[in-house]
């Protein structure tokens, strides 16, 4: 199921997708919560995040995804229609 946004088709509702051509962010998301459906710009364009935890991942990422998470935690609890939440799930 393909859904179309304001001229950007995204695979479906609560499905991130990459945007190397946008400016400043890396990531969008059609997020879709009851009726209400937004779409979200997240990520910073070239950072380079911790990604998913990894075995024998170094002490300074380890810092880096703990730091983010304290940081933004407040809006990550918001749940899917923040930008955070979803940089979260995707990127740390």
């Known amino acids: 199921m393909t859904v ?3 001229g950007e088709v995204f695979a479906g509702y609560n499905k991130p997708k990459r ?14 919560e009851g009726d209400t459906v937004k779409m979200i710009r997240f990520g910073e364009q070239g950072a380079s995040t911790a990604g998913k935890p990894k075995e024998g991942e170094s002490d300074k990422m380890k810092a880096k995804r703990k730091s983010f998470k304290a940081r933004h935690g407040k809006n990550i609890k918001k749940g899917k229609m923040s930008a955070a939440y979803w940089a979260d799930k995707v990127k740390w």
Do not use: D, E, M
Request: glycine residues 0%.
């Open 4 to 6: 179309t946004y304001r």
């Open 19 to 32: 945007t190397p051509k946008h400016a400043t962010k890396s990531h969008v998301v059609l997020a879709k």
